[in-house]
Nanobody, 123 residues
Framework: QVQLVESGGGLVQAGGSLRLSCAAS????????MYWFRQAPGKEREFVAS????????RYIDSVKGRFTISRDNAKNTVFLQMNSLKPEDTAVYYC????????????????WGQGTQVTVSS
């Protein structure tokens, strides 16, 4: 439905920052609410943040509130996740996703996924 490609992951010390990007294909990017999920080895894919089609509303899992910020640039078909004050528990593969609504929390409700980008936070 929409092609998504994540980038920006890497290795960072605890307390550091990373900025993830997700580039979407097509001319209808603004039709989709956008999501970031993450998945650690042996665990379920977990909701992290979402943003409405216009960017006017955002949602976050409690553990990242005040540290992560989701944003989007519809003119560039890109969604971002700014991650500050990173903790080792944030270590996971981070996935960009798209859906018609921004208020989902389950991965099965999303229509499209990127390939993921690894984030590793060392202590």
């Amino acid at each position: 439905q929409v092609q998504l490609v994540e980038s920006g992951g890497g290795l960072v010390q605890a307390g550091g920052s990373l900025r993830l990007s997700c580039a979407a294909s097509g001319r209808t990017f603004s039709n989709y609410a956008m999501y970031w999920f993450r998945q650690a080895p042996g665990k379920e894919r977990e909701f992290v943040a979402s943003i409405s089609r216009s960017g006017g509303r955002t949602r976050y899992i409690d553990s990242v509130k005040g540290r992560f910020t989701i944003s989007r640039d519809n003119a560039k078909n890109t969604v971002f996740l700014q991650m500050n004050s990173l903790k080792p528990e944030d270590t996971a593969v981070y996935y960009c996703g798209a859906s018609a609504s921004y208020d989902y929390t389950m991965a099965r409700n999303l229509d499209s996924w990127g390939q993921g980008t690894q984030v590793t936070v060392s202590s």
